[in-house]
């Protein structure tokens, strides 16, 4: 027997349902899904909205489901909507989207298919996961054999029950996203006649969708189908998780670094770390269980083992360790060798939220001595700038660094000739806070929320 085969038959002995349950990522499931799932290797699907390049944190509770389903043998299916991306969703809207152009719908699709590569197995056997695309299917439809072959099964009062659509039918719904569910509901068709796919998963606000996918299939005399969702992961003030206070956390790196997003993890409220676990990591109920016990009265920890099997699994052991040493920077025992090994753009993240002083090259060379340039950097409300008596007294204390070496009395009367780290920082500290000084220019694109 195939290796891939002897550990499919091994992984069915787990229950995806029973998983999901435990886990806290089970809100509805049609009745006989389990039936279904427990008498044979069943084929389940997700689809993914192109709308951007990447996949964010938002989407990942999903993402995860699919893992899911593969480890307990099943064969998984992620569909990029390369079709209906280009109609738009009207679930949990409040207004239209804005519809992207094929060019950039391409892109994005294929950025988010190296992404899934890194949750899932394509390479396994008999329950290999997939990737599609809708758009090889609705490309080479025309509009009016869709609506002969497909409009026709589904009323427009069926339509109009949907949660989705009702709740935007009073602030205005174009007849482009009113077509979306029954375009989600052809793909459910399309794959359980062709991929003999039988089961469609989501967020809860896909239910509607999805049982119009089940409800077209009957009508239009397909094969069993089924549902299965998973509740939207909130903050416990009920609004949407994943967002920090720069937007989206995205799992591609160039949107979001792997130093942001290990804090993300390790700053959500410690009242969510128990399900966030559940939800975002492949740890098995017992391990889990054992954190909670062994850190109840440590949250700080129980957050650090979220943090770490998170972006472990997202980036790379490699890059959880970058983000760990740039972690210390600041507030650890790092070195001036820490700081210079540790990329640019990961320093800026670090940096973020630490009073900054950019200066030109000339106007850094002008200053007489390191008090002046201290007294200025340290200088937050021009209105009440830091005297440099004060600064000479904190000096003789012992009470400046600058890169994490203690200014000397005659360094502070000196003009500034500190190594500039990566040629442009000098990093300040005064007892347990820091100030940035920046020599030059120093720009960053700002990140992209979709």
């Not at 009113?178 to 796919?197: E, P, R, V």
């Not at 559940?278 to 850190?295: G, M, N, P, S």
């Not at 500034?416 to 300040?428: A, H, S, T």
Request: charged share 30%.
């Amino acid at each position: 027997m195939h290796a891939c085969q002897m550990k499919r038959l091994t992984k069915m002995k787990k229950n995806f349902i029973e998983e999901l349950r435990w886990r806290g990522m089970l809100h509805d499931a049609m009745p006989g899904t389990e039936e279904q799932l427990n008498k044979e290797m069943t084929v389940g699907y997700i689809g993914f909205d192109p709308t951007a390049d990447s996949i964010h944190i938002g989407n990942l509770a999903t993402l995860m489901m699919l893992k899911h389903l593969q480890m307990a043998g099943h064969k998984p299916v992620a569909l990029v909507g390369g079709a209906t991306g280009m109609v738009g969703d009207p679930s949990g809207k409040s207004a239209e989207r804005n519809l992207l152009d094929v060019k950039t719908l391409r892109h994005n699709e294929a950025a988010i298919g190296k992404q899934l590569a890194k949750f899932l197995d394509f390479d396994c056997g008999e329950n290999s996961a997939e990737l599609l695309n809708n758009y090889d299917w609705f490309g080479q439809m025309n509009f009016l054999e869709f609506l002969r072959d497909v409009g026709k099964h589904l009323t427009i009062n069926y339509m109009t029950a949907k949660d989705s659509v009702k709740k935007r039918l009073e602030s205005g719904l174009s007849f482009t996203e009113f077509s979306y569910q029954l375009l989600q509901g052809y793909d459910f068709f399309w794959l359980n006649k062709n991929k003999n796919c039988k089961i469609q998963m989501g967020g809860s606000d896909q239910w509607g969708n999805i049982t119009t996918g089940t409800e077209l299939i009957r009508r239009m005399g397909g094969g069993n189908a089924f549902a299965v969702t998973c509740p939207l992961i909130t903050k416990t003030d009920g609004s949407k998780f994943g967002k920090s206070v720069g937007g989206n956390v995205w799992l591609d790196p160039k949107r979001t670094s792997p130093y942001k997003f290990y804090q993300f993890w390790l700053n959500v409220d410690d009242s969510e770390t128990s399900k966030l676990l559940r939800v975002f990591t492949l740890l098995d109920q017992e391990t889990i269980e054992k954190h909670e016990a062994d850190y109840a009265n440590d949250p700080r920890m129980l957050k650090r083992i979220l943090a770490e099997e998170v972006t472990r699994m997202v980036h790379s052991q490699e890059e959880l360790d970058r983000a760990q040493k740039a972690s210390g920077l600041l507030f650890g025992k790092s070195t001036l060798e820490d700081f210079e090994t540790t990329d640019e753009a990961t320093l800026l993240d670090v940096f973020e939220g630490i009073p900054k002083k950019n200066y030109t090259k000339a106007e850094f060379d002008a200053f007489d001595s390191t008090v002046d340039l201290i007294a200025s950097a340290m200088t937050e409300d021009e209105a009440k700038p830091v005297s440099k008596s004060e600064v000479r007294r904190l000096i003789k204390n012992n009470g400046i660094k600058i890169n994490q070496k203690a200014v000397t009395k005659d360094q502070g009367e000196s003009k500034p000739e500190f190594g500039l780290l990566k040629d442009k920082f000098l990093l300040i500290k005064k007892g347990k806070k820091y100030f940035l000084v920046t020599v030059g220019v120093v720009q960053r694109a700002a990140e992209v929320e979709v």
